[in-house]
């Protein structure tokens, strides 16, 4: 199985029978996507977690895939915006909704933004997609109220997922600079929580290098971090 990062929080996982697409937003010149939908022979799923911009591009739509195996899984909340029709989808799902068929299995938990986050299952592997859930307070910033009001919802739904899954081999994950000092708080907390093989870092853009000084403390924790050097590389192999 192995990872590739596209753009912002867009990842493509090519497992044996399948290839999941997580919140397209754009495609890079060194990764093309558009080029491997043309030459698969496999199975791809697009996820999209909810309906921000950065997450969602519903050129996901009329992408062609050459074999004609795609399907679409959105949260809910997209329809709701009217970025999307119920029609457009093969699986609409919400906060504690489930899907699975022959190659994956999906279950959709909480964000503490939009949407919902996914947890998926192929190839006897767990992987986690964060969409924008996320430790999101600006210690720098923020009161010390609206503080305390993001740490226990962000823990609330950590313990969610850690009563079901309490280890992962991947988890796809926010590691923004943007947020200040604490910028790898959610981060920390997540490896903390639920055991994790192999974390990869995204939503950093522009500030690439600093998001990568995680995987220092990443690794004294057990966790292999996959380091991000530029859009569309292979960044690991589970």
Known sequence: ????????????LEAEQ?????????????????????HTDKRVYFMASHFHEDHFNPEIFSLNVSNGQKRIILSRDIVRRRRAKETDADVLLRRGDTYSDDMISVKAFGSTDAGVSFMVETDG???????DLNNWHWEDESTPQEVKKMEGDFMAVLRDIKAEYPAVDLAMFPVDPRLGTDFARGARQWIQTIKTTYMAPMHFPP???KAMT?????????TKFLYIHREGEEIGTL
Request: aromatic share 20%; glycine share 6%; proline share 2%.
């Open 125 to 131: 592997k767990k992987v986690f997609h964060a969409g």
């Open 18 to 38: 399948c290839v999941i697409i997580f919140d397209y937003w754009k495609d890079s010149p060194d990764s093309n996507v558009k080029h491997m939908l043309e």
């Open 214 to 222: 995680f995987g220092k403390e990443a690794e004294f924790r057990g």
């Open 1 to 12: 199985m192995k990872l590739y990062y596209i753009f912002h929080s867009c990842f493509m």
């Open 207 to 209: 500030a690439r290098e």
